[in-house]
């Protein structure tokens, strides 16, 4: 195949290479010579590629081997008019610009081929060489950005695709990391069947969890459970309500057992925005990893939407106001004290737990519910106290232990680990398994009892 390239005013016949694709700005398509003379000598001055054809038969052709950024084409040819031309082109190269020559008395023809072959212009002839240019100039630029822009899709479908497949190897790690807390949480839901009211042996266990690994703070965990509590209180929550809150305050952080630990070892503004971004998928990975225990439904809820924000700008869903469950608003509450008091500068705990009030009235309307700022300001004083039930506190080892007596404060191992909740009555085996740990230990345990029942 033979394609005939102006340069200056001399046509020169170059073959084609085969199974090769040639990048050529402007294919001028015309049965006068005269007119192919003077385009290609207008291009080249412009220091544009061009190659002429006087057949649209042959110009066609030349589609297979060459891709145009623009075809300018007569309207008046005499195999195959000009419309009919760029119809043919605008299905074989849809992305070409196609410009149409016409003459005066063309302009209904003209109009058709604007409909038939979706021409991207028409210049009328004789035309002027400043207005041609400009709109050689435009097309080009057209082609380029359609180019650059199939290019950024294709650039985008592929980073796509390998977010798709990094996403799928993080699911099953964390599927693989959760596997075994989902059993246990399965095996104690078997257990419990005929106790499904009883939501502290199942918060306990997974406490433990988050209080044996080395990265995350279970006496934290532990102050924002308090803290949870008083706030249900003073808002004079239902019953259930109060007794689920310090369960979210236990659990929050449960979600980050099966993350990566480079994710929560350090401070969260020390993470990369990726890292970011995956940190706060932890409650979603809580929710999955709670669904078993369908009794704690109420508690789940609560840490998935922990991160939700009264004016709406939160995380995962964009609640805003009274849209988000409560005990998702009381636990964001109690969280970001608790946070705000450990960057705190002050000297003193006293000024750090004032540093920690102002930070959260700072956000009162816009982060948090202004009701629940107050209810934490209320409960403000208690904060930092150690809360009892009515009676007389004893404390005693394990080997002073007798049935029936009621543990007046959660018990912990000496590596923090919870044994035994508050209120736990004493029988034979607690006591016997108490002694029995006692023993391996080099001091006894100092345990807060209250008389027996």
């Not at 309500?241 to 020390?270: C, V």
């Not at 007596?405 to 508050?422: A, D, N, Q």
Request: proline share 4%; with cysteine.
């Amino acid at each position: 195949m033979l394609s005939i390239i102006l340069q200056g005013d001399a046509m020169t016949e170059t073959a084609a290479p085969v199974n090769s694709i040639t990048a050529v700005d402007v294919l001028c398509v015309d049965d006068d010579e005269i007119v192919l003379r003077s385009l290609a000598r207008l291009l080249k001055n412009n220091r544009l590629t061009c190659i002429t054809q006087s057949s649209p038969e042959h110009a066609l052709t030349l589609l297979k081997n060459h891709e145009f950024s623009l075809i300018i084409s007569d309207m008046r040819m005499p195999t195959m008019n000009g419309a009919q031309f760029l119809e043919q082109v605008k299905n074989i190269a849809p992305d070409t610009q196609r410009i149409l020559l016409t003459g005066y008395a063309e302009i209904e023809t003209t109009l058709a081929a604007v409909n038939q072959a979706q021409i991207h212009g028409y210049i009328q002839k004789p035309w002027q060489n400043d207005v041609l240019l400009s709109s050689i100039t435009d097309s080009l630029e057209k082609f380029q950005l359609k180019k650059q822009n199939k290019q950024l899709e294709i650039q985008v479908k592929q980073q796509n695709k390998e977010l798709l497949e990094l996403n799928n190897s993080l699911e099953q790690r964390v599927e693989k990391r959760t596997k075994q807390i989902k059993q246990v949480l399965k095996q104690l839901e078997e257990a419990n069947e005929r106790e499904k009211h009883e939501h502290k042996a199942t918060v306990e266990l997974l406490y433990n969890f988050i209080n044996a690994n080395p990265y995350l703070d279970g006496n934290k965990a532990q102050k924002i459970a308090d803290t949870c509590t008083q706030i249900a209180l003073y808002l004079n929550l239902s019953q259930k309500s109060i007794d689920l809150a310090p369960m979210a305050g236990y659990l929050a952080q449960i979600g980050l057992l099966a993350m990566d630990p480079e994710l929560y070892k350090k401070p969260i503004n020390r993470l990369s925005e990726q890292q970011r971004k995956t940190f706060y998928t932890h409650p979603s990975t809580a929710q999955l990893m709670l669904m078993p225990a369908v009794h704690l439904h109420d508690v789940s809820d609560a840490i998935y939407h922990q991160y939700e924000r009264f004016n709406g700008n939160g995380l995962p869903k964009g609640l805003a106001g009274n849209d988000i469950p409560i005990g998702a608003m009381v636990l964001g509450v109690s969280r970001d004290y608790w946070e705000a008091f450990e960057q705190s500068n002050s000297p003193t705990d006293k000024e750090r737990h004032s540093d920690a009030l102002e930070t959260v009235k700072m956000y009162s309307g816009t982060f948090y519910h202004p009701k629940i700022v107050r209810a934490l300001e209320a409960s403000h004083s208690k904060l930092n106290e150690q809360i009892n039930s009515v009676g007389t506190i004893t404390i005693c080892n394990a080997q002073e232990l007798k049935t029936n007596m009621v543990l007046g404060h959660t018990l912990h191992s000496h590596t923090g680990i919870m044994l035994l909740p508050k209120g736990h009555v004493f029988g034979k085996k607690s006591i016997d398994k108490l002694q029995q740990l006692e023993a391996k230990k080099p001091t006894p345990f100092r345990i807060m009892v209250k008389s027996a029942k």
